[in-house]
T-cell receptor, first 115, second 110 residues
Framework: DAGVIQSPRHEVTEMGQEVTLRCKPI?????LFWYRQTMMRGLELLIY????????DSGMPEDRFSAKMPNASFSTLKIQPSEPRDSAVYFC?????????????FGPGTRLTVL | QKEVEQNSGPLSVPEGAIASLNCTYS??????FFWYRQYSGKSPELIMS????GDKEDGRFTAQLNKASQYVSLLIRDSQPSDSATYLC??????????FGSGTRLLVRP
């Protein structure tokens, strides 16, 4: 299995620009999670989907952030407009249903730098 | 109080020693507990999961859970320099949301 795939691996952009991060979960997994990791705040859950439906977006910091999952094999996290404080590593993770706390498998992450 | 607390370290142990990593959590309703290892610049990697009180062993790793004390630990036997990483404790309640601790940095000295 290829594991969770994320693109791009690195993104440098200027404040005010739109940023789109992409994720392909492990085939057959029905849960998809978006996390953000910073030195100050650690690893934070932003949003998660079950069977392509957003279940909990309470971690999304503000309206500038949006996420979609148009099908079982693809999800996007969009930031518009981006700000320097959005600089972080963004991880996508997926898991297979089976009860609370399903084991989650992380992608390699996208390192975002907003200048 | 943070939901999941870990000592940030670094915890420094000599090669071959037992490394003991600890984690406490605040929500008594938590049901599932995980240890992730994260090398610098890499993504978190699941190494252990535990769901019931007691010990769970997998190779050189042992996870211990005490729900009454709201305490989870990870023991690494025969520590190797390649074990040097940050270890993240994660706790799950009735939903599928994982709450992560800030991590403990482990250094294994050759």
């Amino acid at each position: 299995d290829a594991g969770v795939i994320q693109s791009p691996r690195h993104e440098v952009t200027e404040m005010g620009q739109e940023v789109t991060l992409r994720c392909k979960p492990i085939s057959g997994h029905d849960y998809l999670f978006w996390y953000r990791q910073t030195m100050m705040r650690g690893l934070e859950l932003l949003i998660y989907f079950n069977n392509n439906v957003p279940i909990d977006d309470s971690g999304m910091p503000e309206d500038r952030f949006s996420a979609k999952m148009p099908n079982a094999s693809f999800s996007t996290l969009k930031i518009q407009p981006s700000e320097p404080r959005d600089s972080a590593v963004y991880f996508c993770a997926s898991s297979l249903t089976g009860g609370p706390g399903n084991e989650q498998f992380f992608g390699p992450g996208t390192r975002l730098t907003v200048l | 109080q943070k939901e999941v607390e870990q000592n940030s370290g670094p915890l420094s142990v000599p090669e071959g020693a037992i490394a003991s990593l600890n984690c406490t959590y605040s929500d008594r309703g938590s049901q599932s507990f995980f240890w992730y290892r994260q090398y610098s610049g890499k993504s978190p990697e699941l190494i252990m999961s535990i769901y019931s009180n007691g010990d769970k062993e997998d190779g050189r790793f042992t996870a211990q859970l005490n729900k009454a004390s709201q305490y989870v630990s990870l023991l690494i036997r025969d520590s190797q320099p390649s074990d040097s990483a940050t270890y993240l404790c994660a706790v799950c309640r009735s939903s599928y949301k994982l709450i992560f601790g800030s991590g403990t940095r482990l250094l294994v000295r050759p």
